[in-house]
């Protein structure tokens, strides 16, 4: 048995904050050999268009929200699609005075958890020129006091939600280092729990050295997840989102993460019922892409209401595929798909509804291993149905190999004894007295009783335990009615007897194997029940 | 996560000397009155379990849960020591169960307390104790022979669980001295041999257990660094039930446990364990019961801040538990729940009715195993997905074949890996009887959605279907000769399409149109693209007023059936426009209601609006200016 953890919700989700350093310092100057004249802000505004354009292209159902902060924050643009948008409020950005670093992620906070809670996992980027304030509100200072917070002003890393922390360097790592800067910005990432990377410019600072620390940025980040996902000689070319982390398997004898195949490759169907709710490390929209000649994307296969749909998705949208098909079948048949991810790695792909009238193709990850899910046994025992001598299902699909039993039974389903509690005690001793007193009718039963409480004590090595109930025995045998049957009188006397001789510990009589059995009498022949 | 952290192997050394013996002097009733059938009968006394047995229940307690929550991976070898040492079970994961242990220990019973006690000691347990944890477990010689070269990467850590009754805090420390000895000598020995590893680190935990209502003779003492290898801690433990709960919590603190309380139980007496002979028996009270499971499961809890934290656990246990209710599960409903984690449990008090009751109702389903086979299945299943997706129409409007219930009997075995007579029987009936339908004119279930006019005539329709079924069967001729038969049948069969003679007579005229549909077979991919093309925009273009765009995914479950199965669509060989008789098939309604649809749309073609019984003579304009071949485009092959 498990007890089964999860939420409902937007998973297929990774909005992103974008959290802009506005004060003064940015305005510095940046010198450069050619007549315009640059400051460290617009240099960042560079490298932010360049993110915008890039999710704009591929990214285009995320969600992104620009805040911007000096001694305050505030939130520029709330969560949206709409690049263009953020891109118009990155040119108008005021400038205000010092940094303070601490406010605008306890801001990030409150952003995010208002519009996705805790669950949702999301990545904030901090573009910031590394000068990290002065006095009170300093990264300094916030970090200086961290062992001296209360729960009410705790320092908001790492972030109340799962999430990876880019901090974006206006400045070059000698410039950084210079001051003990980049030390604080790594206690950042440290802090949160090491989900992060900073990104420091290489070189002299001028837009080409910008534009190849955010393709970094974008490179590990926000590239999108192109795979084929193949079922025999069916193909589609996909794109899985959000992009499938890398996943450590045991950071001590495997501790190179594993990244999932770009040939996803279906190697069977199974009832819903039969996979049931299995537990899953992520879970990802499945989107079919259109590639045209020369292997260039031309727009992802879905239409979205809001946006305008543009030639590219109407053709996508248009020919035959073989997702359209999967997640049509997966749905009509209540079946998932299990996929090869890849060396003993697999997945499902499975339709989900998102609401009444749209359902989305998806695949969840299992943790790697041969046997991610117990109740399915070895994932390469999973055979096709024609293979067994009988169908499995029965022939009106009435039955289910599935859930395997363990070979082991759990304790809850073996009926083992447990005297911890008085009453665990009690209540066995109870049974075995009110079966006695039924007897020949319940002789059955109550040496089976009377067997368990003898092997348990036996093995607890409880003998005082065998002595007292034997005397018990005994006086229910004094206490008879009249009216009882002969047998009874025999039955008790013996099983008394055989705890008393067990009792004594001589291996003969208290073998932990041996069972009491009824006494055969003249009176045991009409008895109905027989062991 | 780390496979081989300290909880990899657990040593549990239990003192069999002579004063374990003796009493824990806690009193269990167990002649409990029972109601109206007692009086005048003095009940028997109580009895008292002994410091070995309470140490010996609480250490099956803690297997227990262990067990329960850790099936694989998590180890338990038991010691028991006197004048020797015992050793009841070893690492392999067979001897990992509740059931070896206890008959185990049932073989060594309870400890004698007329022996010497001058001969009895704990140290043989704890030798044996270190000595076993450099042995190496399955799973350990598993991951190393995996990893060759990087096999050092394997840890090898520990912990030995001693439950002893000890003289004094010097005694403990002379125990604790004898362990760091044991290691540092056994590794040295472990250094040199391949079956034995080098213990890195491991968690010694020494429980000194004492009768109730004596002093401790012995200081608790936390966690401490004793070596690099090895850290200690001593725990000061009244026996009877102090000692179990201690147990509790360290199996808690050791696997990384908390505690869910499922609430509001419903308890029928209707569940099948509930003892009508029992007391609240008519009674349909609600239940709690407390679960054990690894911690994780309430990661998503805890952070979502939505704590339903109960207070402190009832039987003591060391931290909180966190309240679910509990929810009657609506049993036929079928679907996916997102669903994080699933975390195997352990109820804390397992044979405590309301804990059965819910353990029983969640078994409560009928389980069988199924038989592998010598291959691996799972690489049958792809061969068997590889063969069924040879040829496969994506789209309905694209295959003939797979819309005729006719054609069932061979695409169904066709795609087999080797045929029987029988089966080679079927799929030659099945040409026969197409044949015979060609020969009879049968009507087609060509699709005529989305196309202008109504479709290729009868025998293009026949041409088209013969060769998607030739494509269908050359797919699969190198199976097996006797799939190679039926290919032969086929082509025999179609070879002399019977309306070729009287289409000689007809003349070149004829003929040059025969080469445009020649080609349209030929292009057939191209063309079905292009209808179906055609077909979803004017889907497309309805769908703002009368479909969602779900509809174009609703489409998709009409496309064809694996053979094995009924397809979804009955034709009744009867084409969707002429359809008078019988029930209407799907696809009827569905191409009628498209082409209703469409006909609003434009001018009704001349040829239809001037035709008899739906057939309009074509060119004839020819047949006046007699031999103008000028308007001929390509057209023809799109109708």
Known sequence: ?531 | MKIFSESHKTVFVVDHCPYMAESCRQHVEFDMLVKNRTQGIIPLAPISKSLWTCSVESSMEYCRIMYDIFPFRKLVNFIVSDSGAHVLNSWTQEDQNLQELMAALAAVGPPNPRADPECCSILHGLVAAVETLCKITEYQHEARTLLMENAERVGNRGRIICITNAKSDSHVRMLEDCVQETIHEHNKLAANSDHLMQIQKCELVLIHTYPVGEDSLVSDRSKKELSPVLTSEVHSVRAGRHLATKLNILVQQHFDLASTTITNIPMKPTFSVFDQEEQHANTSANYDVELLHHKDAHVDFLKSGDTHLGGSSREGSFKETITLKWCTPRTNNIELHYCTGAYRISPVDVNSRPSSCLTNFLLNDPRYKIDGSLEIPLERAKDQLEKHTRYWPMIISQTTIFNMQAVVPLASVIVKESLTEEDVLNCQKTIYNLVDMERKNDPLPISTVGTRGKGPKRDEQYRIMWNELETLVRAHINNSEKHQRVLECLMACRSKPPEEEERKKRGRKREDKEDKSEKAVKDYEQEKTWQDLERLKSILERGKEELAEAEIIKDSPDSPEPPNKKPLVEMDETPPVEKSKGPVSLLTLWSNRINTANSRKHQEFAGRLNSVNNRAELYQHLKEENGMETTENGKASRQ
């Open chain 1, 1 to 531: 048995l498990c007890i089964l953890i999860g939420n409902i919700g937007l998973i297929f989700i990774m909005p992103t904050v974008v959290v802009m350093d506005v004060s003064l310092s940015m305005t510095r100057p940046v010198s450069v050999e050619g007549s315009e004249e640059y400051q460290r802000k617009h240099l960042a505004a560079h490298g932010l268009t360049m993110l915008f354009e890039h999710m704009a292209t591929n990214y285009k159902l995320e969600f992104t929200a620009l805040v911007v902060f000096s001694s305050l924050w505030e939130l520029m643009v709330p969560f949206t699609r709409d690049y263009n948008t953020l891109q118009e409020a990155l040119s108008n950005m005021d400038d205000y005075d010092k940094t303070c670093l601490e406010s605008a992620l306890v801001g990030v906070c409150n952003i995010v958890q208002q519009e996705w809670g805790g669950a949702i996992p999301c990545q904030v980027v901090l573009v910031t020129d590394g000068c990290l304030g002065i006095g009170r509100g300093s990264l300094r200072h916030s970090l200086a006091t961290h062992n001296q917070r209360s729960e009410s002003n705790r320092f908001p890393l790492p972030f109340p939600f799962p999430s990876k922390l880019y901090i974006m360097c206006m400045a070059n790592l000698e410039e950084l280092q210079s001051t003990d800067s980049l030390d604080c910005l790594e206690r950042l990432i440290d802090l949160n729990n090491g989900e992060g990377q900073i990104f420091t410019i290489d070189g002299p600072l001028c837009l080409k050295n910008v534009q190849s620390m955010f393709g970094k940025l974008i490179d590990l980040a926000y590239t999108p997840f192109h795979a084929v996902l193949k079922c025999g000689h069916l193909t589609a070319d996909v794109q899985v989102f959000p992009r499938p982390e890398p996943f450590v398997v045991d950071e001590e004898i495997d501790p190179i993460p594993k990244v999932i195949n770009t040939d996803l490759e279906i190697v069977g169907f199974i009832d819903i019922a039969d996979i049931s709710s299995p537990p899953v490390l992520s879970r990802h929209l499945v989107l079919p892409i259109a590639l045209n000649k020369e292997g260039d994307e031309v727009g992802t296969g879905i239409t979205d209401d809001n946006e305008d749909e543009n030639s590219a998705n109407q053709i996508a949208g248009k020919i035959p595929n073989f997702c359209v098909l999967l997640h049509g079948s997966l749905k009509v048949e209540g079946m998932v798909a299990i996929v090869q991810l890849g060396p003993e790695w697999h997945g499902m792909l499975y339709s989900q509804a998102d609401s009444k009238k749209k359902s989305n193709l998806m695949m969840s990850l299992f943790e790697p291993g041969p046997e991610p899910l117990p109740w399915l046994g070895k994932m390469g025992q999973l055979g096709p149905i024609s293979d067994a001598k009988e169908n499995p299902y029965g022939e009106d699909d009435n039955k289910s190999p599935f859930p395997l039993q363990p070979k082991n039974k759990r304790s809850y389903a073996q009926n083992v004894t447990v005297w911890i509690k008085p009453s665990g005690l009690q209540t066995d001793v109870q049974k075995i007295l009110r079966n006695a007193r039924k007897l020949p009718e319940k002789t059955q039963t109550f040496y089976k009783e009377l067997n368990r409480l003898r092997k348990a004590a036996l093995a607890f090595g409880f003998l005082d335990l065998l002595k007292g109930v034997a005397d018990m025995l005994e006086r229910e045998c004094t206490l008879l009615p009249d009216t009882a049957h002969p047998d009874a009188a025999f039955q008790l006397t013996h099983a008394a007897q055989q705890l008393k001789l067990a009792s004594t510990g001589t291996s003969e009589y208290a073998g932990y194997d041996h069972n009491i059995t009824p006494l055969q009498t003249d009176f045991s022949g009409s008895s109905t029940e027989r062991m």
